[in-house]
T-cell receptor, first 113, second 114 residues
Framework: TQLLEQSPQFLSIQEGENLTVYCNSSSVFSSLQWYRQEPGEGPVLLVTVVTGGEVKKLKRLTFQFGDARKDSSLHITAAQPGDTGLYLC?????????????FGKGTKLSVKP | ETGVTQTPRHLVMGMTNKKSLKCEQH?????MYWYKQSAKKPLELMFV?????QTENNSVPSRFSPECPNSSHLFLHLHTLQPEDSALYLC?????WGRGLPLHFGNGTRLTVT
């Protein structure tokens, strides 16, 4: 059974600080997705990373896919209160009978003004 | 415009009630999903429909019964639920199933079973 471990589970920081959250697995994934879920809403896709070693930037958010495609990180620069939410990673494997995404438990981020 | 609309947003029901959750997507997608989100657990996939055919049923108890009349609509019929079924139920869609395509989620139904 493939599992994705996210850390830390909770993170509370002040506005302006930098942070990194992690998504780790012992399994290889074809691609990995990051979602953000704000309170009272459903998860929204932030990015998909596909190639080992790939780095993608989305404004103040930087996503990296590990060289071996077993792990990923999300770095936020100068966090803002609007970044508050639950960050979920989800791994995908293409082909075969396993067509579904495997989700981690998420990192709950709180950014205080 | 979320693209995926779920109703109701909140639902409180007794253990003997029967209720239904509704999901509608306006994205032209062919795959629709029901997920359960509980505290301290990963999102749990319950059911998948691809081109109106059920492709996944992840050992979900029979008190949950899905229905997919067409590619745009998905229902989850609930009866004789247990308190541990209280959770956020999320509907999602994607262009198709089986290729790890990103999901578009609705805002969920917060279900409380008393």
């Amino acid at each position: 059974t493939q599992l994705l471990e996210q850390s830390p589970q909770f993170l509370s920081i002040q506005e302006g600080e930098n942070l990194t959250v992690y998504c780790n697995s012992s399994s290889v994934f074809s691609s990995l997705q990051w979602y953000r879920q704000e309170p009272g809403e459903g998860p929204v896709l932030l990015v998909t990373v596909v190639t080992g070693g790939e780095v993608k930037k989305l404004k103040r958010l930087t996503f990296q896919f590990g060289d071996a495609r077993k792990d990923s990180s999300l770095h936020i620069t100068a966090a803002q209160p609007g970044d508050t939410g639950l960050y979920l990673c989800a791994g995908a494997n293409y082909g075969g009978s396993q067509g579904n995404l495997i989700f981690g438990k998420g990192t709950k981020l709180s950014v205080k003004p | 415009e979320t693209g995926v609309t779920q109703t109701p947003r909140h639902l409180v029901m007794g253990m003997t009630n029967k209720k239904s959750l509704k999901c509608e997507q306006h994205l032209g997608h062919n795959a629709m999903y029901w997920y359960k989100q509980s505290a301290k657990k990963p999102l749990e996939l319950m059911f998948v429909y691809n081109f109106k055919e059920q492709t996944e049923n992840n050992s979900v108890p029979s008190r949950f019964s899905p229905e997919c009349p067409n590619s745009s609509h998905l229902f989850l019929h609930l009866h004789t639920l247990q308190p541990e079924d209280s959770a956020l139920y999320l509907c999602a869609s994607s262009p198709s199933w089986g290729r790890g395509l990103p999901l578009h989620f609705g805002n969920g139904t917060r279900l409380t079973v008393t």
